[in-house]
Nanobody, 116 residues
Framework: QVRLVESGGGLVQAGGSLRLSCVAS????????MAWYRQAPGKQRELVAG??????TNYADTVEGRFTIFRGNINTLYLQMNSLKPEDTAVYYC???????????WGNGTLVTVSS
C-alpha cells in the first residue's frame, strides 16, 4: 500500500501562485502513474494533472498553461499552480495508480482557497 501526504495548500489572492507537494512512502519513479485531482464544494472530484512513469503529462483544459505537474526528489510529486483563479478553489488530492485516470491510492487532501 502506498501512503501519500499532501501539503502546501492555503489562501491566496487571484493571480497568485502556490506549490503543492505530495510525499509518497516509496519512490515515485517506481509508480506507474501519479496525478493531482481536486474537488470543489458540491462538485465531483476531477482530474487536474497526471504524470506517467515515463514522464509524459496531461492536464485538464481548465488548468493547461497555468499548472505544472513534476517530480522532484525520489518520493515527492509537485503541482505548481500559477495565475490562480477563484474557480480553482478546492481540496486538492494526490493519487497513484495504473494511470492518471485509474487511481488506487489517495492522500487526505490539502485545501486551496483563491480569493477574488
Amino acid at each position: 500500500q502506498v501512503r501519500l501526504v499532501e501539503s502546501g495548500g492555503g489562501l491566496v489572492q487571484a493571480g497568485g501562485s502556490l506549490r503543492l507537494s505530495c510525499v509518497a512512502s516509496e519512490s515515485i519513479f517506481s509508480l506507474s502513474a501519479m496525478a493531482w485531482y481536486r474537488q470543489a464544494p458540491g462538485k465531483q472530484r476531477e482530474l487536474v494533472a497526471g504524470i506517467r512513469s515515463g514522464g509524459s503529462t496531461n492536464y485538464a483544459d481548465t488548468v493547461e498553461g497555468r499548472f505544472t505537474i513534476f517530480r522532484g526528489n525520489i518520493n515527492t510529486l509537485y503541482l505548481q499552480m500559477n495565475s490562480l483563479k477563484p474557480e480553482d478553489t478546492a481540496v486538492y488530492y494526490c493519487g497513484t495508480g495504473d494511470s492518471p485516470a485509474s487511481i488506487n491510492y489517495w492522500g487526505n487532501g490539502t485545501l486551496v482557497t483563491v480569493s477574488s
